[in-house]
């Protein structure tokens, strides 16, 4: 059974910073890669940051490109998403996920998801 937990949200104002951690349990095989999704209300879950398994490369979306890094820490299956100089329109409930077919930032089949951490940003 794999779970996903995710940590780190909160509350912040604009131009502050969170670092967001998903750790990931249970035996997992055939993951393209690693991400992070974000949804607002009325509002469409959009990926936000994908890390390739194979490559370890990174993508971003052009909205958090420069403010935004994902990383992974192998040893203990953690996965972060560090988020500087935040606007109040990356207010939203972040997810990490598990994906068996990425693209880029194109995340084509989602296998597991997190139970999600919300994230408020402050004018």
């Known amino acids: 059974q794999v779970q996903l937990v995710e940590s780190g949200g909160g509350s912040v104002q604009a131009g502050g910073s969170l670092r967001l951690s998903c750790a990931a349990s249970?035996?997992?095989?055939?993951?393209?890669?690693m991400g992070w999704f974000r949804q607002s209300p009325g509002k469409e879950r959009e990926a936000v940051a994908t890390?390739?398994?194979?490559?370890?490369?990174?993508y971003y979306a052009d909205s958090v490109k420069g403010r935004f890094t994902i990383s992974r820490e192998y040893a203990k299956n953690v996965l972060y998403l560090q988020m500087n100089s935040l606007k109040p329109e990356d207010t939203a409930m972040y997810y990490c996920a598990l994906v068996t077919r990425c693209s880029g930032l194109q995340t084509m089949n989602v296998r597991y998801w997190g139970q999600g951490t919300q994230v408020t940003v402050s004018s």
């Open positions: 249970g035996y997992t095989t055939g993951i393209s890669c």
């Open positions: 890390i390739h398994s194979n490559t370890g490369n990174t």
